[in-house]
């Protein structure tokens, strides 16, 4: 149990696109997912918290504008790259937590990220 | 704030055998504690957990102390195999925060 789904796993684009990243929780219901950004041999650095049916709860030092999150259902948060340039070139993964049925202590499941590299 | 760090950025172990990897954590708020794995090109893989009201827990071949006196995690590898090269972050919350702030992680070589 407990899967999350990121969709795609590689994006390469060219400078000046959008991209989307979808994070899926399959078999359960999550109404926070986290978006994290991770550069080679670092560890993870939290961007931001969905919340389902609100906003998005950004870290400081992120741009709201330049990274768009939706979290518009139960099962799906949505990362926009907005206007991508090589800096934002990175692997961003995201998790989500069963809270619904397991109470505050339970764990974050990850997606297996997705390496966004922008020409 | 809170910060989570680890003692050795690389471990290298021969295959067989037991491997322990450390963390140390800031804040004494911190209630709930994870060691993940992560591989290449994967995202990060839950191996165990514990609460602050425990001070170990085992699972298969992992076990994981905790020491809240002096804000120390450990994670112990039982026999550790090749399959087990990775690199292995923890990861503290607080209670009635939703965050979880992670360790800069631990790369683990195993030697066949």
């Known amino acids: 149990g407990a899967v999350v789904s990121q969709h795609p796993s590689w994006v390469i684009c060219k400078s000046g696109t959008s991209v989307k990243i979808e994070c899926r929780s399959l078999?359960?219901?999550?109404?926070?997912m986290f978006w994290y950004r991770q550069f080679p041999k670092q560890s993870l650095m939290l961007m931001a918290t969905?919340?389902?049916?609100?906003?998005?709860?950004?870290e400081q030092g992120v741009e709201k504008d330049k990274f768009l999150i939706n979290h518009a259902s139960l099962t799906l948060s949505t990362l926009t790259v907005t206007s991508a340039h090589p800096e934002d070139s990175s692997f961003y993964i995201c998790?989500?937590?069963?809270?619904?049925?397991?109470?505050?202590?339970?764990?974050?499941?990850f997606g297996d990220g997705t390496r966004l590299s922008i020409l | 704030g809170e910060s989570v760090g680890l003692h050795l950025p690389t471990l290298s172990v021969q295959e067989g055998d037991n491997s322990i990897i450390n963390c140390a954590y800031s804040?004494?708020?911190?209630?709930?504690f994870i060691w993940y794995k992560q591989e290449s090109g994967k995202g990060p893989q839950f191996i165990i957990d514990?609460?602050?009201?425990?001070d170990k827990r085992q699972g298969q071949r992992v076990t994981v102390l905790l020491n809240k006196t002096v804000k120390h995690l450990s994670l112990q590898i039982a026999a550790t195999q090749p399959g087990d090269s990775a690199v292995y972050f923890c990861?503290?919350?607080?209670?009635?925060?939703?965050?979880?702030?992670f360790g800069s992680g631990t790369k683990l070589n195993v030697k066949p």
């Open positions: 998790s989500a937590r069963d809270l619904v049925s397991g109470g505050s202590n339970q764990p974050q499941h």
């Open positions: 078999d359960f219901q999550a109404t926070t």
């Open positions: 969905s919340n389902e049916g609100s906003k998005a709860t950004y």
């Open positions: 804040n004494s708020a911190s209630d709930y």
């Open positions: 514990i609460r602050s009201n425990m």
């Open positions: 990861a503290a919350k607080r209670d009635n925060f939703n965050k979880f702030y």
